[in-house]
C-alpha cells in the first residue's frame, strides 16, 4: 500500500512539470535547466539523506551504477523539455502515459517480469486512450499517424525512463531510496553539466523571468528530489509494470493544472481517451486480477 500511496503522489507532482514546463521551454535550453535542477535536487537529496539513513561508504561500490542511472533519467528530462517546446502539455502527458507499456518489455527484458493477460488488456486500453489525446481525438490524423515533431522526441525521452524503472530494481545492492537517490543526482548532474556547458555558459541567468525561476525549483524538490525517491521507494516494492501504471492519472492531474493555470480544459473529444487511461489504471490496480504478476523463480518482489 505505501508503494501504491508513493506513485499516487508521483503522478501528481509529475504533472506539475507539464504545464509549467510548457510555459518555459522555449526560454532556456533544456541542458541549462536540468543542470541546474538536478544540482538543487542532489543538495536537498543529500541533506535528507544526512538527517535520515546518512550516506554510508558501502553506497559507493560500483559507482557505474548511478551512471547509468543518471544518464538514463537526465536524457528523459532533457528530451521532455526539447519535446514541450512544440508538444502541448495534456499531449506531452498522454505519450508519459505509453511508459507503462514500454516498461513492461523492459521488466521482462532485465527482470524477466512477465506481464498477466489481465495487465496486458489494462496496457492496452491505456495505451488506445494515450493515443486518442495524442493525436487530439483527430481521427483523420490518427488513420494517417500525424504526430508532431515534439511528441516523437519526448517519446524517445519516455524510453529512457521506462528502462530506468527497472534498472533501479536490478541495480541497488540494499541501499536505502534516499542514498540511492542522491548518487544517481550526482551522477546525472555531472554528466548535464559536461554535456550541456556551452548551454549553460550561454544561458542569461540574470535576466531570466520569474516563472522559469519558479520551474526550475519546482521541477529540482518537487518533480526531481520527491518524485525520485517516491519512485525508487515504488519500483523497490512493485512490479515495474505496475509501478508506472501510475503514469495514466497523468493526464488527469495535468487538466487540473492547466485548468488552475488559467489555460482552460481539454476539449471533450479528447476527454475520453483521458478516461480510457483512468479506466486502464483501475484494471491494473484491480486487486483480484492485477496483483498476480508472475516473476522468475529466485526474483523476490521485496
Known sequence: MRGHLAMLCFSALVAGSFSLGGLVANEIAPTALNAVRFVIAAVVIGVAALATTGLPRSAAQAPWRYLVLGGL??????????????????????????????????????????????????????????????????????????????????????????????????????????VFTFGMLVAGGGLLWVYGWSDIRATDWANLRPVVWITIFYVAIFASAATFVLLQFATLHLPAAKVMAYTYLTPSWVI???????????????????????????????????????????????
Not at 104 to 111: E, K, M, S, T, Y
Request: proline share 5%; aromatic share 10%.
Open 73 to 178: 533519467f537526465a536524457t528523459y528530462f532533457v528530451l521532455m523539455f526539447e519535446g514541450l517546446k512544440t508538444a502541448p502539455p495534456v499531449s506531452a502527458a498522454a505519450v508519459f502515459t505509453l511508459t507503462p507499456v514500454m516498461a513492461a518489455v523492459a521488466g521482462w527484458v532485465l527482470l524477466r517480469q512477465v506481464t498477466t493477460p489481465w495487465m496486458a488488456l489494462a496496457l492496452a486500453v491505456g495505451g488506445a486512450g494515450a493515443l486518442w489525446v495524442i493525436f487530439r481525438a483527430d481521427l483523420v490524423a490518427l488513420r494517417a499517424f500525424e504526430i508532431g515533431q515534439g511528441e516523437i522526441i519526448y517519446f524517445w525521452g519516455c524510453a529512457a525512463h521506462a528502462i530506468y524503472t527497472p534498472m533501479v530494481r536490478k541495480l541497488n545492492r540494499g541501499e536505502p531510496a534516499v
Open 256 to 302: 487540473v493544472w492547466e485548468i488552475a493555470l488559467g489555460h482552460g480544459a481539454p476539449t471533450g473529444l479528447v476527454l475520453v481517451g483521458v478516461a480510457l487511461t483512468v479506466v486502464a489504471l483501475w484494471m491494473l490496480l484491480d486487486v483480484g486480477k492485477s496483483d498476480t504478476v508472475m516473476e522468475t523463480k529466485g526474483l523476490d518482489d521485496a
